[in-house]
């Protein structure tokens, strides 16, 4: 595969495609948690994808081996997915799709700031500090806002949390033997550990089914195949064919597409506290991924 040294034009739509589709997932959680208990939806939707990324590792004759070294990264990349998942579904069960995405999407602050203090090579220079104290901002700006009726306190933290373990799927990535591993075998690792986790935790938040429909058992397919399974695959693609600076700094626009999508899709109130609150996190998110 020819890496490129930027993003050309086909890239650039696959990120802005990939953005719309993660943005248009946010919608689909909170769609489908009318129908399925949230941990229970998310541990179906790991055991789906551990199905998925198998057969496509056997098709593609790619080995399912994890090195002993890798074992201890891989097992808190297990936990660290298991949080963010239990998190943001029960957040999304709670807020609103646009509160849930600003605050989710802030994720590389908590990056930036941790490789601040792990990684010598990635101090904060006074842009991606600026960066940082925007998004912080923004993030504090929504949660602050309590006046409309989607406003939850405990799923804005919820939100909040799953961006904090996001963040440490990202730092055990980089920080641990598990770099050296290929994508898929990564991947694989964390939805294994994380399907036996949630189905675990899925026990304690109460019965498995809610009212279910048809539309709840698609968007569950969508979750495991189109997100889980093949939406990751693809992510790992542009990561390997475009500079990783190019690919992240096109994460702004999941936030932009979840508060529109919610807005379109579900009639959730767009605010000055959202709107205000997402130009400051896509700002800063543009910044701390600058070069």
């Not at 199905?51 to 399912?64: D, E, F, Q, S, Y």
């Not at 891989?74 to 849930?100: H, I, K, N, Q």
């Not at 994380?194 to 968007?219: E, K």
């Not at 919610?262 to 000055?272: N, Y």
Request: charged share 15%.
């Amino acid at each position: 595969m020819e890496r490129k040294d930027r993003v050309d034009a086909a890239g650039a739509a696959a990120m802005v495609a990939f953005a719309l589709l993660l943005g248009f997932n946010q919608v689909v959680i909170k769609v489908s948690t009318d129908g399925f208990q949230p941990v229970f939806l998310a541990a179906l939707r790991s055991i789906g994808a551990v199905a998925a990324i198998w057969l496509w590792m056997r098709l593609r004759g790619i080995a399912i081996r994890l090195p002993r070294e890798a074992r201890l990264g891989a097992l808190l990349l297990g936990l660290f997915f298991t949080s963010e998942f239990v998190c943001l579904y029960l957040s999304l069960d709670r807020t609103s799709v646009g509160r849930a995405s600003i605050i989710f999407y802030s994720m590389p602050v908590f990056v930036a700031l941790a490789a601040h203090l792990l990684l010598p090579a990635e101090r904060l220079n006074a842009t991606r500090a600026l960066g940082l104290v925007l998004a912080m901002a923004g993030v504090a700006w929504v949660m602050a806002d309590r006046g409309a009726g989607e406003a939850d306190l405990t799923g804005d933290l919820l939100a909040l949390l799953a961006a904090v373990s996001w963040a440490g799927i990202a730092l055990v990535v980089r920080v641990t033997p598990l770099e050296r591993v290929a994508p898929e075998v990564q991947l694989l690792s964390q939805l294994a550990i994380s399907a036996v986790l949630l189905t675990g935790a899925a026990f304690f938040f109460g019965p498995f089914i809610r009212d279910l429909q048809p539309v709840h058992l698609a968007g569950l397919a969508f979750q495991t195949l189109a997100i889980a399974s093949f939406g990751y695959l693809f992510w790992f693609f542009l990561m390997k064919k475009y500079p990783a600076s190019g690919v992240a700094s096109f994460s702004f626009l999941s936030p932009v597409f979840g508060v529109g999508l919610g807005w379109l899709m579900l009639g959730e109130t767009v605010g000055a506290e959202i709107v205000g609150g997402l130009v400051l996190v896509a700002a800063g998110i543009t910044l701390i991924n600058r070069r």
